[in-house]
C-alpha cells in the first residue's frame, strides 16, 4: 500500500495519500487523516460503477460520475446537511461515486452498512 505520510498513522495516512492523488481535498481528506475513513471505496448502498466500489476516477471539471465525491448522510444536502468531519456530535459523512449518490435519505442505509459489490 501508500507509505503513511510523517505523523500519520499507517492505514489513515494511506488513504488520504489515495485522495490527494485523486484531486480530492477538504472534508473526504480530513476523515481519512483521523482515521474515519478506513478504505476508498463507494459506501452508497447500491453501488453501479461496473468496475466495483473502488475503482474512483480522478477528479476533474466536470466532476466526472465516478470520481470520489462526500454524500451528506443522513441528512442530505437539500435538506441542510453539511459536510463535516464526524465526531460524536455530527453526523457520518460517506465516501460515493458521484454517479451513486442518487436516490433519497430513505433510500440510504447507514455508511458502511452495505455489502461490497
Not at 488513504?15 to 476508498?40: I, N, P, S, W
Request: with cysteine.
Amino acid at each position: 500500500m501508500a507509505k503513511a505520510a510523517a505523523g500519520g498513522g499507517g492505514a489513515d495516512s494511506s488513504v488520504a495519500d489515495q485522495l490527494r492523488a485523486l484531486g480530492v481535498k477538504g472534508v473526504l481528506v480530513q476523515m481519512a487523516q483521523r482515521g474515519q475513513l478506513l478504505a476508498l471505496k463507494c459506501e452508497m448502498p447500491q453501488c453501479y460503477h461496473h468496475k466495483g466500489r473502488g475503482a474512483f476516477d480522478p477528479v476533474t471539471t466536470p466532476r466526472t460520475k465516478w470520481a470520489p465525491s462526500p454524500d451528506h448522510y443522513p441528512i442530505l444536502k437539500s435538506a441542510g446537511g453539511q459536510l463535516v468531519p464526524v465526531d460524536r456530535s455530527s453526523p457520518p459523512v460517506a465516501a460515493a461515486f458521484h454517479g451513486c449518490r442518487s436516490g433519497t435519505a430513505s433510500d440510504r442505509a447507514p455508511p458502511g452498512a452495505c455489502s461490497s459489490s
